[in-house]
């Protein structure tokens, strides 16, 4: 028959301890594996934001350049009329008959005239704009190429390490949930929060020589026998780790990890004769 699964609530705090430190390994292992890809998916995540960027500069920049365009041909459009319109009020000066029609229709030339300049002008303005809104969208096209191939790179480097380590990284997060399971959600969820607000993501250490393995500060010895009972969760007053005797971590000291006691010196006893 299947052992019947036990309910975290009904662990020991023995048991629950190392339980928890169980599960800090595998994750320790697995945050292992994510250095070993460094960077990387940074990378790939800022190359693809880097690109996303650039193709909407270059959408906006064909927009603007399209938007010329459209302006040039209106200037010329502009000035062809306003030219056909001076060329018929001069064709008119041969033909009045008073000087008040003369004033009104040089007056409509001169006008006409301006709005020529003012329309040559704007063409010029626009045509010097979409000689530099190309320049603008080579450069931009030409980094955008640059970047895809620099995102295709990182990801073949990315999808190399991940080759590597997936199949070990997937056994280690079944693991890992498979534990989770067997911790209560209240403890869990502290062991969680724990390991989010420190920079290693430990967060449940052994004792070494005498101190907190995580920011090792110093235990006094009565706390460590606390921590050794295994009657209670006990946490560094410092850094706020779960701490748990090398022991029950199933780790082995060596001589140089052991802490130094101190020899109790033998007073010499002294025989008086009566």
């Known amino acids: 028959m299947a ?55 270059i959408d906006k920049i064909k927009m603007d350049i399209d938007d010329l365009r459209r302006e040039i041909v209106g200037r010329k459009a502009d000035i062809e009329r ?47 704009a979409l000689v530099t809104r190309n320049e603008d969208l080579e450069k931009a096209n030409n980094a955008l190429t640059e970047r895809e191939n620099d995102l295709v790179e990182k ?38 929060r724990i390991r989010k607000n420190t920079r290693n993501g430990l967060g449940i250490v052994y004792v070494q020589r005498d101190a907190c393995g995580g920011c090792f500060n110093h235990i006094p010895p009565q706390r460590q026998l606390d921590i050794k009972s295994h009657k209670k969760i006990i946490v560094c007053e410092y850094c706020g780790r779960i ?20 020899r109790k010196s033998r007073s010499k006893k002294t025989t008086t004769q009566e």
């Open 82 to 128: 306003a030219n056909a319109t001076i060329a018929r009020y001069k064709e008119q000066l041969d033909n009045v008959s008073n000087n008040r029609q003369y004033d009104l229709l040089s007056k409509e030339i001169e006008y006409q005239t301006l709005e020529v300049e003012l329309g040559e002008k704007k063409s010029r303005e626009a045509n010097e």
């Open 243 to 262: 701490m748990v005797d090398p022991e029950l971590a199933g780790v082995t000291l060596t001589p140089k990890d052991e802490p130094k006691t101190k």
């Open 155 to 192: 990801k073949s480097e990315l999808e190399d390490i991940i080759a590597e380590t997936k199949a070990e990284e997937e056994k280690l997060r079944e693991k890992s949930k498979e534990l989770e399971t067997k911790i209560e959600p209240r403890l869990l969820q502290s062991f969680k």
């Open 3 to 57: 052992r019947e699964k036990k309910d975290p609530q009904d662990l020991t705090v023995e048991e629950k301890l190392k339980t928890l430190y169980q599960l800090q390994t595998t994750l320790s292992k697995i945050d292992e594996i994510k250095t070993l890809r460094g960077e990387l998916p940074l990378e790939v995540e800022d190359l693809e934001d880097e690109i996303e960027g650039l193709k909407t500069r």
